[in-house]
């Protein structure tokens, strides 16, 4: 899987690399990031953004797939799109767009991408998508990226203030296209 790369328009998805840790970094402290795509306590160091890089470039569990968005034209890091707990045929999708690539549907473009990937290519059946109620820019990625909302979860989950938040699910069946 090293050498997967799925393009589209102006975006390159691909496997990450080592050399991804210092943008990683940056991002990961951008404080909407932090917030919605929360990575556990402690400082986001330079250690802290390798483990992280290493962890989502190894696919060997069978677990996840987690791409690097790049640029097509600069190779530069835009934003990250991953699935998650692959099993059975179902997955979950997350992501989020570095702050200065924000504005022109990078994650929306991304997710769909991968999407596709995930169905033809690992043949799932269902993909989940959970953001927080109370984050309405990934509420519209979610309905841009044909994940239609399925409903909302009480108080499902503790993002990166520490709080409870409800949230919405929204879904895409591999049979909805
Ligand atoms: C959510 C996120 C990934 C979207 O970034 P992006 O790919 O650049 O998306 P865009 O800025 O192009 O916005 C996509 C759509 O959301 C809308 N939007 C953006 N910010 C919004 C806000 N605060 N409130 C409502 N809508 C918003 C845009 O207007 C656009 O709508 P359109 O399709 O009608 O034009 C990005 O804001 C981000 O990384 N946020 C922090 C982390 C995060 O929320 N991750 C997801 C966790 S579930």
């Known amino acids: 899987m090293e050498h997967l790369q799925l393009a589209v328009a102006d975006l390159v998805l691909r496997p990450w690399r080592d050399e991804d840790a210092p943008a990683v970094r940056d991002a990961l402290r951008d404080p909407a990031i932090a917030q919605w795509n929360p990575q556990g306590d402690g400082p986001i160091d330079d250690e802290v953004a390798l483990l992280w890089v290493r962890r989502r470039a190894d696919w060997s ?16 890091l835009l934003g990250s799109v991953s699935l998650h707990h692959i099993r059975h045929g179902d997955a979950s999708i997350g992501y989020w767009t570095a702050p200065a690539a924000r504005g022109r549907h990078v994650a929306v473009r991304a997710v769909v991408r991968l999407t596709e990937w995930a169905f033809a290519d690992l043949g799932l059946h269902r993909v989940e998508l959970c953001h927080a109620v109370a984050n309405p820019a990934s509420c519209r990625v979610a309905d841009r990226a044909g994940y239609p909302a399925e409903g909302t979860l009480r108080e499902s989950y503790r993002y990166g203030d520490g709080r409870r938040y409800d949230e919405h699910l929204h879904a895409r069946l591999a049979s909805d296209r």
Do not use: K, M, Q
Request: charged share 20%; glycine share 12%.
């Open 61 to 76: 569990a069978g677990d996840h797939a987690s791409l690097a968005v790049t640029s097509a034209a600069d190779g530069d």
